[in-house]
Structure formats: C-alpha cells, structure tokens
C-alpha cells in the first residue's frame, strides 16, 4: 500500500515561549470560559436548555409517537386483521387474533390486538404497512412509564382510547 | 486563665463556622458555575417549600443523602487506618488555618483581641508542615482500602506532594526574604504599606514569580485541576477515595473544598494583603467610621431595593410557569430583601454618622475580615474557574513542570530576591 501525497513526518508547530509556559494561555481560556458564564448569568432565560416537564420541546408533525388504533364512523376498529403490521414488525411486538366479522364485506376483524410497547422500536414500518390506515403512530406521547412489565402490553380497547396520557 | 481559653475557643470556632460554610457554597458555586461555563443550566430542581435559591438546596439534599446512605466498606481493607484516614484529612484540612490573621485586632470592652487563632513565631513554617500533613490522610486511605486504584491515587499524592511542597517552600522562602519574618500576622500587617506612596505591598507586587510558584503549588497541593492526578477518572475511577462511600466519602470531599479554602486563604493572605483593604488603612477607617458606615448602610439600602425590584420582575414573568410552590419563590425572595433593604434604611434613622470611637474600631475589624473572606470568596473561585477551562495535565507532565520547570524557577526566584535584596540594603 502506498500512501502517495501524504507527508510521512508530521511536522508539529514549535510552541512558543510563552505557549509553553501556560500562564497566558491559562488566562486566554479563563477568558473564554468567563465569557460564557457571563453570558449565561446575564441572559438566563436565553440557555439553550429546556425545563422539561414545565417546558416541552416541540416535534415535528412526522415525530412517531406511542401507537393508536382508528375507529370507523360506528366506533368498531378500523383494522381487519390482515396480519401486515405484525409481519412486518421487526421487534414482533404486535399480536393479533383474528375473527370473523358478520360484515361479509369485511370479512375480518381483530378479537385481540396487543402491542408490546417494551419490545416496540418505534420504527413506524407497522404504520408504513398497514393497508387500511387503521394504526398510527401520530398521538405525539414518549413519556411511557408503568410500574410494571406487563402492563406495557397493551391492548385493543386501550389503543382505540386515543386520548390518553403517557401514564399506563 | 478561663478567659484566654474562651477567646481561642471563640476565635476557632468562627473559623470553623466560615470554612464550615464556605464547604457547601463552594460546592454549589462549583455545579452552578461550571454549569454555566458550560451553557447549562445546573441543579434547579432540590427545593423547601418551593424555594429553590438557585440550586443552592442541592448542598443540603447532597449531604442528607450521603449521611443516609449504606456505608459500603471493601472487606480486606485495614480496619483502623481505613476509618482514621478521612478524620485526619479533615483534621489536619481545618488545623492550617490556626495560624491566617482574619483580622487586625478587636477592641471590646477595653481589651484587645488579636484575631488570629495562634499568633506561631514560625507561621509560615507550620503552614509548610500541616499542609503536606493531609497527604498522610490520602495516602493511608489509599493503601487501607487495599485496592489497585486507590493505591495509585495515594502513590500520585504523595508524589505531587513531595514535588510541590519544594516549590511552595521556595516561593515562600522569597516572601520571608521581603518581608523577614515568619510570622503571619506581621506577615499581612506589612503589607498594608504603600510603596512610592500609591502601591500597596501586597506579596504579589514584590514577588510576582513567586506567587506564580506558589499558585501551582497550592493547586497541585489541593488535587485541583490541572493537577487532579490523585483522582483522575479516566486514569483511576476516583483515585484514592474509590472504596469510600457515605459519611466517611463525604469527609474526604468537604476536606477537598477545605483544603481549597485553605489555599484560597493562603494565597489571599500571603500575596494579596491578608484583611488590608488597599488604600484604606485602619487609621483612615476608625477616622471616618460615621460616614463609611452610613455609606455602607445606604449603599445597602439600594442593592436590596434593586434586587428586590429584580426579584419582583421576575416573579411578574414567571407567572403560571411551574403551577406549583416554586411560583411564589421570586416573590418571597423579593419581600426579604425589599425587608433587609427597608431595615437598612430604617437603620439610617440611628444617626450612624455619629459613630463613638469604639464602634469605630469594631466597624475597621469588621470591614477588614469582611474583606479577607471577600478575598478568600475570590480565589476559592479561581480555582472553580480555572477547572472548568484548563485540562488537567499528564502524570508525568506534572512531574516534568515540578521538577524541571518550576524548582529552578524557584531557586532563580531566590537568588535574584536575595541580591536585589542586599543591593538595595547596602550599607
């Protein structure tokens, strides 16, 4: 292997007297380091940092928040248990039992639908899959926390309630 | 005889109760302050009754917690040696300042007080030696724990020790020659003086390269960076004080911020002119007491109705930020200090510009301490700062900088001292 064009020394940048003896140097980046604090001290509010649970940042509208289940206009889900989003899902977090719906037209519809949210690595392919729009990642919610590992398992009835906070 | 021990028991607990204090102000200066050095914003959140003063609640919360911690101890570790160590730190971190002059004197009652726990012949002798005492207390916690990292932060102590305690001892011995005495408080009385009538005689006018000397000694002395060796993270998880936990953990970290309040009053003491106002001697001071108290207590006046008026701007800004306690916080903060600023003003009305002789010389000791720990605050503050900017250097930079560097500057220090010293006291 030939390293054409490249130096094979590198030459380094002799320090100079009063380089190598630190002391301005020292109070070169005193100065810039006070100027900061200054700074910050007289514009508090202007940092870039956000006072979290008073203060959210906004997302934008693409941002794939926790999952939601769509309605039809009589209430019942959207869904007809097609089986795409759990095939697709690359955690294998969605679980699906179908069952038979009286609408011939239909044809299916999910008995179970649960969603492992532990397992779930918001990717959004599920919602990219499904073929009916009937599950979003859009409600906008990350602040997802329980007490224990089971209730993160969600089901249909919680996924068709859309308007919950993060709290399970 | 009962009097004299209840003056020095007097005087050593006021010094306890300032370095006491300074601990936790310092430790909350140092997350607030690197913070914003940082562009953060730094502990908020700690707060009583939704009073937060600007993190500084975080101290109290911090040590709360290490009091009630597990206390996690390594099971080979040397039993006595291992509990004796953070004491000793901590003792010997609190016995330096036995010898700093935190004032002139104070006459009370006819009598007068030196203010000076121990007014030592060889003061600067006994800094020299307790200083490198505390060592000790790194190096035994180090080897008792019986771990791998906290023996090479012992190690690297006691190296930067030996190393930096030959600098120091030189930048002082150029002080001693200028000043000709090892006494402290004869140390900071001298140089109240005025050279050419308008430059104090501060040890860094007269010895400008040894306070260089001396400044990188303390901060190798105090495990400061850039000379944090002893418990560099990278190198040596935290270095000597890894297998503390809890309350004895908590000791070897006040003694830390002690130490550096040591420093700080070192370097105030020794270079900067102690508790000498520059321009404003004692005599011009009990001279003028009337009107200086009454400038003070105005001067007061104002700074409390500014900051109060602040305060309650920022109360009116804040409204329905937090939705909590922490809302009504800028308003209390405002009315304290629109009633300290009121207080002072009422305090006008005591006609303090007919101040009596002995309330004048109370005011000069009280100015004069205030203006060493006004000093202290300061340099106690450069060493936060200067953490927050400079990386620390390489082991055997620091070695390289003790030994090559600094020793000979320090002996050349000397030398021209000493003959510009004779060539101007020729006879």
Redesign the interface.
Known sequence: MSYKGLPEVVTRRRRSFWESAYFVEICKGLFVTGRHLVRNLLHTGEMPTVQYPEKRREYGPRFRGRHRLMKRADGSPRCVACMMCSTVCPADCITIVAGEHPDPAIEKFPKTFTIDLLRCVYCGLCEEACPCDAIRMDTGIYEIAADNRESFVVDKEFLLDNDKDGTL | MVPVVFEALAKIVFMFLVIMSFVPLLIWAERK?SA??????GPNRAAILGLRLAGLVHPIADVLKLVFKEDVVPAQRHRVLYAFAPWLVMTVAMSTYAVIPFGDHLRLGGREYQLVVADLEVGLLYVLAVSSLATYGVALGGWASNSKYTFLGALRSAASMISYEITMGLALMGLFLVFGTFRLTELVHQQGDLIWGWLPRWGIVVQPVGF?LFIAAVYAETNRTPFDMTERDSEIVAGYHTEYSSLKFALFFMAEYAHMVIGAALIAALYFGGYQIPWLRRELIEDQAGLLLTGLLAAGALLHGWLASLYFRRARREKG??RDAREREPGVLGAVALVIGLALLGSLLLRPWSLGAAGASVLATLLQTGFFIAKIACFAWLFI??R???PSFRYDQVMRLGWQILLPVGLVNLVVTALWLAAAHRP
């Open positions: 302050g914003f050095i940082q562009d953060r914003t260089l930020w937090y700062w200067v927050w900017t400079v």
